[in-house]
Nanobody, 125 residues
């Protein structure tokens, strides 16, 4: 079964940090593009950042550059999202998704093949 499982979300004070994990089973993340997305209540899901199969990184939301960092640990078959200096507006459900064989990051969400169920991040003042 092809599956992505996110973890690491939680409740954090403004200015704090969290590291989200996206663990894959049934397939290998190495060589495919993996993206992080988020959706806040009442808003559309938006792209955060993606790492391509070739290792290139694309920020879908440029304002997050400098605070959010994506990385891939091939030995663990996991992609991480390090989030620093969190603010209340970062509160959302965070999802990861994979585009099989994607050397570069897709420009559209519908290109991604498999999605996780998400992990909740809540940032309070």
């Amino acid at each position: 079964q092809l599956q992505l499982v996110e973890s690491g979300g939680g409740l954090v004070q403004s200015g704090g940090s969290l590291r989200l994990s996206c663990a894959a089973s049934g397939f290998t993340l190495d060589g495919s593009a993996t993206g992080w997305f988020r959706q806040a209540p009442g808003l559309e899901r938006e792209g955060v950042v993606c790492i391509g199969g070739s290792g290139g990184i694309t920020y879908y939301t440029n304002s997050l550059k400098g605070r959010f960092t994506i990385s891939r640990a091939n030995a663990e078959n996991t992609v991480y999202l390090q989030m620093n200096s969190l603010q209340p507006e970062d509160s959302a459900i965070y999802y990861c998704a994979v585009d099989f064989g994607g050397a570069a990051c897709p420009g559209k969400q519908r290109t991604f093949d498999v999605w996780g169920r998400g992990t909740q991040v809540t940032v309070f003042q």
